[in-house]
């Protein structure tokens, strides 16, 4: 079954510091990565996905298939960026297989 | 507004008694789709529908139901609900499955707790 693992529950880190939120995934054919956050008392929405190679929000995530990674990264946090971060893959069809999520607190 | 609604947002109930949670989407979406979210779980697919009258089991199918008599709306129903339902519940939908360029857009979420 695939499977994508999130590491950590919470990180926690002050503003101005590097970021980065682990997401690792076992999948047999060729992965399609995402990342979705949910700010406090909003809907889940997605932040950025791996065949768009693009930087929202001062984010960015690289697929290491190597490493069968997905890891999501910002050089300096802001307060604003604390939200619960969930990497998610793509199965067949548009099944979303999501990790367990990552909290990012942000402090000042 | 392109969005996704999911009413009602709350509810307390008790144990068997039946519930309906609707879902609608006004972006002429082929796929929906319901999740639920426990700590340390993550989100979890209940059903999913590929487009009207075409439903099938996600990965944590039992004690619920689906239709999709509409395109617009896909309700969730608990028949007799149980407390390990008690859960944060989302309806995302997006357009047809398979292309990579497709995002899913995910309901407000639904806080049921079964007592």
């Known amino acids: 079954a695939q499977r994508v693992t999130q590491p950590e529950k919470l990180l926690s880190v002050f503003k101005g510091a590097p970021v980065e939120l682990k997401c690792n995934y076992s999948y047999s054919g060729s992965p399609e990565l995402f990342w979705y956050v949910q700010y406090s008392r909003q809907r889940l929405q997605l932040l950025l996905r791996h065949i768009s190679r693009e930087s929202i929000k001062g984010f960015t995530a690289d697929l290491n298939k190597g490493e069968t990674s997905f890891h999501l990264k910002k050089p300096f946090a802001q307060e604003e960026d604390s939200a619960m971060y969930y990497c998610a893959l793509r199965e067949y069809g548009n099944k979303l297989v999501f990790g367990a999520g990552t909290i990012l607190r942000v402090k000042s | 507004e392109a969005q996704v609604t999911q009413n009602p947002r709350y509810l307390i109930t008790v144990t068997g008694k039946k519930l309906t949670v609707t879902c609608s989407q006004n972006?002429?979406?082929?796929?929906m789709s319901w999740y639920r979210q426990d700590p340390g779980l993550g989100l979890r697919q209940i059903y999913y529908s590929m487009n009207v009258e075409v439903t099938d089991k996600g990965d944590v199918p039992e004690g619920y139901k689906v239709s999709r008599k509409e395109k617009r709306n896909f309700p969730l129903i608990l028949e007799s609900p149980s407390p390990n339902q008690t859960s944060l519940y989302f309806c995302a939908s997006s357009n047809l499955a398979g292309r990579s360029t497709d995002t899913q857009y995910f309901g407000p979420g639904t806080r049921l707790t079964v007592l």
């Open positions: 972006m002429n979406h082929e796929y």
